[in-house]
């Protein structure tokens, strides 16, 4: 083929994209999109009223026809192959002309969001840097091709929108910087598992409340929140309900994914008791907007913080609220973060560890959504315990191996009726622990790390952290 030749075909290919067609797509389906694989995904757009849509897949010729509504929206499912690297093509035809999507991957699509712990990117906020980003992304570009990721952009709205902007971008150093670090390590995490693209969606914003993230319908039922504050310049954009479910969440839903990660609440202290049913109520909603049943929901612990008061306890509650939260939810878990701060991070509600948070997160998926066996993904949790005067056993959960280290273990305080706690010492035995304390003379309580800053050092033989938790002794 001539010179000449080429160049022609390659400008008619060029014009195919979008030649004069009426049909207009959301940013989320544009080229680079990465599909749920051996799925119905969900395509969507817009064309003229009633118009005939013709949509062609390119991994199997297929074509689906649909027509736009009275609003000129239309909607169409389409079957998706089984994950590979390769490139594909969608083709969106109307009577106006043809828009063309290419470079399409197809493999596993997850859905994160939360505030600014979700949010912060590989390249970290100002004076708060991401441990090791250097480096990720540095070599990123080795998951180009691999690991795509679709940052939804800070978009406030009082009511529904249509549309938000967020384009798909490749992983390479010059993207990868502005990647949320948490979804960037757990797709890291998840392609060297599964050997198929990932594809995340970035949907957070610093600084939001569970509240913000739920539509009007369900607010209205919670006598604590004034929706008069949504779109009110007096109040800081990220303390405002609804604003994030309208803006940016509701542009993207029902894009196939394979399931959510949370990573919220730091706003949230101090609503301990509402808590919990307010983000299972969440996921509940979330999953019946998508349609795609009990989509698989994984949260993060919020760190280790002083939340006002290093020595007060409403971090360590709402902590406990998170775990509560994720009791009420089926088909969900919760990784546990407070071996992941940095001594001097007391003051500094960004702690850098954010790799271990997206593996943990990755290992979680991999045993309980991919069913790949012997990977270890469950903390230490308490279960019971055996009080004789000022001595107790511990008998926890996912503790088979036992734990480490295996005396002087830190964290643990006990306190008498008086309410009084003291620290306690900690011996390590089997897959118990026995506490002791010379304060008390009967242990009426028991906490471990129940504190807003007070990091955790004890771990299973998997390396994983001992979840903070407190009780009480039965009497």
């Given at each position: 083929?001539?010179?000449?030749?080429?160049?022609?075909?390659?400008?008619?290919?060029?014009?195919?994209?979008?030649?004069?067609?009426?049909?207009?797509?959301?940013?989320?389906?544009?080229?680079?999109?990465?599909?749920?694989q051996?799925?119905?995904?969900?395509?969507?757009?817009?064309s003229?009223?009633?118009?005939?849509?013709k949509?062609?897949?390119?991994?199997n010729?297929?074509?689906?026809?649909?027509?736009?509504?009275?609003?000129?929206?239309?909607?169409?499912?389409?079957a998706?192959?089984?994950?590979?690297?390769?490139?594909?093509?969608?083709?969106?035809a109307?009577a106006?002309?043809?828009?063309?999507?290419?470079?399409?991957?197809?493999?596993?699509?997850?859905?994160?969001?939360?505030?600014?712990?979700?949010?912060?990117?590989?390249?970290?906020?100002?004076?708060?840097?991401?441990?090791?980003?250097?480096?990720?992304?540095?070599?990123?570009g080795?998951?180009r091709g691999?690991?795509?990721?679709?940052?939804?952009?800070?978009?406030?709205?009082?009511t529904?929108?249509?549309?938000?902007?967020?384009?798909?971008?490749?992983?390479?150093?010059?993207n990868?910087?502005?990647?949320?670090?948490?979804?960037?390590?757990?797709?890291?995490?998840?392609?060297?598992l599964?050997?198929?693209?990932?594809?995340?969606?970035?949907c957070?914003?610093?600084?939001?409340?569970?509240?913000?993230?739920?539509p009007?319908?369900?607010?209205?039922?919670?006598?604590?929140?004034?929706?008069?504050?949504?779109?009110?310049?007096?109040?800081r954009e990220?303390?405002q309900?609804?604003?994030?479910?309208?803006?940016?969440?509701?542009?993207?839903?029902?894009?196939t994914?394979?399931?959510f990660?949370?990573?919220?609440?730091?706003?949230?202290?101090?609503?301990?008791?509402?808590?919990?049913?307010?983000?299972?109520?969440?996921?509940?909603?979330?999953?019946?907007?998508?349609?795609?049943g009990e989509?698989?929901?994984y949260?993060v612990e919020?760190?280790p913080?002083?939340?006002?008061?290093?020595?007060?306890?409403?971090?360590?509650?709402?902590?406990?609220?998170?775990?509560k939260?994720?009791?009420?939810?089926p088909?969900?878990?919760?990784?546990?973060?407070?071996?992941?701060?940095?001594?001097?991070?007391?003051e500094?509600?960004?702690?850098?560890?954010?790799?271990?948070?997206g593996?943990?997160?990755?290992w979680?998926?991999?045993?309980?959504?991919y069913?790949?066996?012997?990977?270890?993904?469950d903390?230490?949790?308490?279960?019971?315990?055996?009080?004789?005067?000022?001595?107790?056993?511990?008998?926890?959960?996912?503790a088979?191996g036992?734990?480490?280290?295996?005396?002087?273990?830190?964290g643990?305080?006990?306190a008498?009726?008086?309410?009084?706690?003291?620290?306690?010492?900690?011996?390590?035995?089997?897959?118990?622990?026995r506490?002791?304390?010379?304060?008390?003379?009967r242990?009426a309580?028991v906490?471990?790390?129940?504190r807003?800053?007070?990091?955790?050092?004890?771990?299973?033989?998997?390396?994983?952290?001992?979840?903070?938790?407190?009780?009480?002794s039965?009497?």
């Amino acid at each position: 083929m001539s010179q000449l030749k080429i160049l022609f075909t390659a400008a008619l290919v060029m014009c195919a994209m979008s030649v004069d067609a009426s049909v207009t797509l959301p940013d989320i389906i544009g080229r680079g999109m990465v599909l749920q694989q051996n799925s119905n995904a969900r395509l969507w757009g817009w064309s003229d009223a009633g118009a005939t849509v013709k949509v062609t897949t390119s991994w199997n010729e297929a074509n689906y026809e649909v027509r736009a509504d009275e609003q000129g929206k239309w909607s169409v499912a389409v079957a998706t192959p089984t994950a590979s690297y390769d490139k594909y093509s969608v083709t969106i035809a109307d009577a106006d002309g043809v828009v063309a999507i290419d470079d399409v991957l197809v493999g596993e699509v997850w859905f994160c969001s939360g505030q600014s712990n979700m949010e912060m990117p590989l390249n970290g906020f100002w004076t708060q840097p991401v441990e090791g980003s250097a480096q990720a992304i540095a070599y990123s570009g080795q998951y180009r091709g691999k690991i795509r990721m679709a940052t939804i952009a800070k978009t406030a709205a009082v009511t529904p929108a249509d549309n938000v902007q967020g384009e798909w971008k490749d992983s390479c150093p010059a993207n990868a910087r502005w990647f949320s670090a948490v979804g960037y390590y757990f797709a890291v995490a998840l392609n060297n598992l599964l050997d198929v693209p990932v594809g995340i969606i970035n949907c957070s914003w610093g600084g939001s409340h569970v509240e913000g993230w739920l539509p009007r319908e369900e607010l209205v039922k919670y006598d604590d929140v004034d929706l008069t504050q949504a779109g009110n310049k007096a109040v800081r954009e990220w303390d405002q309900p609804m604003i994030m479910y309208n803006g940016m969440l509701h542009p993207l839903i029902g894009y196939t994914v394979k399931g959510f990660l949370w990573n919220q609440g730091e706003s949230n202290i101090n609503q301990h008791e509402t808590y919990p049913q307010r983000l299972a109520r969440m996921v509940e909603i979330w999953r019946d907007l998508w349609g795609q049943g009990e989509l698989p929901f994984y949260s993060v612990e919020v760190p280790p913080y002083s939340y006002g008061d290093v020595n007060g306890i409403n971090g360590a509650l709402l902590r406990e609220a998170q775990h509560k939260a994720m009791a009420l939810t089926p088909n969900s878990g919760i990784v546990c973060t407070s071996d992941l701060s940095k001594p001097y991070e007391a003051e500094d509600i960004h702690a850098c560890m954010k790799q271990p948070i997206g593996e943990r997160l990755a290992w979680m998926a991999a045993v309980r959504t991919y069913g790949i066996e012997g990977i270890m993904c469950d903390s230490p949790t308490f279960d019971s315990m055996e009080v004789d005067g000022n001595s107790a056993l511990l008998h926890f959960n996912n503790a088979d191996g036992g734990f480490t280290p295996n005396r002087n273990l830190q964290g643990f305080e006990v306190a008498g009726d008086d309410g009084v706690f003291y620290e306690a010492d900690a011996v390590a035995i089997d897959r118990d622990i026995r506490i002791t304390c010379d304060n008390v003379s009967r242990i009426a309580e028991v906490r471990y790390c129940f504190r807003n800053w007070m990091p955790g050092k004890v771990h299973s033989t998997d390396w994983l952290p001992l979840v903070p938790f407190r009780a009480k002794s039965a009497r």
